[in-house]
């Protein structure tokens, strides 16, 4: 199955990979050739560079997505489609979930304005990944658009984002939080007891009193809301599982590291069962035209001296370049065959740094959909 089929088919298409191979970029070429092709299609970015911002013409962190103004939209040819991005705050989607599943809007205002819930997204491994997680379910749920293109968070490791969310529930479910739970007089073991004063003394010394209540309040308003979190994680892996709506695709560099990471990415994507569709061979120059080497006729038929010089070092160069395109269209082989028969493999070019982002982001975009 390509990357059009894809496009025309699916709910959701996942960009995956190491940190810095172009995901963010080639989630927005998709995004770009989706709503090129007719489809009502969100870009659900995250970390987007400033000057990708600019050339959607969105700003970044705001509460909901916006649709991209009608100059961009002329500029990147839409015409049936629809565009909306959302270049994602991790922070904005969390102050969302809380007013939602608090109690009472005292009791959101109240967590919202605490000390420790400002500091939550770097206190939670995963809670980066699981906020991307949470906003694409919502999404999907209200079925606002045909198409959500979900560009993963930045990240070491291409990893992360998978296992962010159980990482998450882990955290959640374990008895970590309970230890910080305020006192209570109810049924406790003996152990609980034991455990609960050592960390009230430990905390209350380390924290200090004041801290110590507001992390104590954070925690025990934040038991329940965590709880829900955990049961979206939990359907959340469930619904990315599903092979009619869900692609993910793994972008990649022709560098080593990125290549092992993306194989590595690719053994997971089996054993968790996700719907790998095919790996993005990013910043190749297997998608270069066939060169053909400068031969004596490039000068007539009686070169001069200066110029047979020339058109020796020439040939050198040329050479060098046709050892890159050679490997770089062997890594792609490897990767076709790697992919299998239920999915794709595409080189995307390197882009010159003087270019249009949008030229730039709409040709990429070609290219993936014509693969
Ligand atoms: N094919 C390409 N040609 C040239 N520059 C690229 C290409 N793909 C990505 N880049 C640039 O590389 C940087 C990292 O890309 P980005 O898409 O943000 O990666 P990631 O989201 O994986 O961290 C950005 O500055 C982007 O403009
Ligand atoms: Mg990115």
Not at 112 to 119: A, K, P
């Amino acid at each position: 199955m390509n990357i059009h089929e894809l496009v025309k088919s699916r709910k959701v298409i996942v960009c995956a990979g190491s940190g810095g191979v172009g995901k963010t970029t080639t989630a927005t070429a998709i995004a770009l050739a989706a709503a090129r092709s007719g489809r009502k299609v969100l870009a659900l970015t995250v970390d987007p560079s400033k000057r990708l911002a600019q050339t959607l013409g969105v700003d970044r962190n705001l509460a909901e997505p916006i649709a991209i103004p009608a100059e961009r939209r002329e500029e990147a040819g839409i015409e049936e489609g629809m565009l909306e991005a959302w270049m994602l705050d991790p922070r904005v989607v969390a102050d969302n979930f809380v007013n939602r599943f608090a109690d009472t809007p005292e009791e959101a205002a109240r967590l919202i304005n605490n000390r420790l819930y400002r500091q939550i997204s770097r206190m939670v491994a995963g809670m980066q990944e699981y906020m991307a997680m949470e906003a694409l379910y919502t999404f999907l749920r209200e079925e606002r658009y045909d198409l959500v293109v979900l560009d993963t968070p930045p990240s070491r490791n291409a990893l992360d984002f998978l296992y962010g969310p159980s990482r998450l529930s882990s955290f959640l479910d374990g008895r970590i939080f309970q230890l910080f739970l305020p006192e209570d007089t109810g049924r406790r073991s003996f152990i609980r007891r034991a455990a609960g004063r050592l960390v009230n003394r430990v905390n209350a010394a380390i924290f200090g009193a004041e801290l110590y209540e507001e992390l104590q309040e954070f925690m025990s308003s934040f038991s329940g809301i965590f709880r829900s979190m955990n049961k979206n994680a939990a359907d959340g892996m469930v619904r990315l599982r599903d092979p009619a709506t869900v692609a993910f695709l793994l972008v990649t560099s022709p560098a080593t590291e990125s290549l092992t990471d993306a194989f590595f990415f690719r053994r997971k994507t089996i054993e968790l069962e996700l719907p790998f569709r095919g790996f993005v061979l990013n910043r190749s120059q297997a998608a270069g035209d066939a060169r053909v080497l400068p031969d004596g006729s490039l000068f007539g038929p009686k070169p001069s001296e200066l110029q047979a010089s020339a058109l020796e070092k020439l040939l050198v160069l040329a050479r060098i370049e046709q050892a890159a395109v050679e490997r770089h269209q062997k890594l792609l082989d490897q990767l076709r065959r790697d992919a299998g028969s239920s999915a794709t493999a595409v080189a995307l070019p390197v882009i010159s740094s003087g270019a249009d982002e949008m030229r730039a982001l709409v040709h990429l975009g070609d290219v993936l959909m014509e693969s």
